[in-house]
């Protein structure tokens, strides 16, 4: 088997990819653990959304059976039957 040496630029090419390479996987790590992160935040909104949305509806049948139909201006307070 013959051997070359290969001329320093050569050898320095191949480094700066194996470089580029390492940097890049590191980099795809990074991201895909802040993308995980953002998706567990996500999950937790989406539960406080659900959350806000049951008490909305809750609180939209107590006050229902409370007052009947109509509708509810939140700044004056005033009720009005429909």
Do not use: C, H, W
């Amino acid at each position: 088997m013959d051997k070359v040496l290969l001329p320093k630029e050569e050898i320095d090419s191949l480094l700066k990819i194996q470089n580029d390479q390492a940097l890049l996987a590191n980099q795809l790590g990074s991201l895909e653990y802040q993308i995980q992160s953002l998706n567990l935040d996500k999950e937790s909104l989406i539960k406080q959304l659900k959350d806000l949305q049951d008490r909305s509806q809750e609180l939209g049948k107590i006050l229902q059976e409370k007052y009947g139909e109509g509708t509810i201006n939140i700044e004056s307070g005033e009720f009005i039957k429909a």
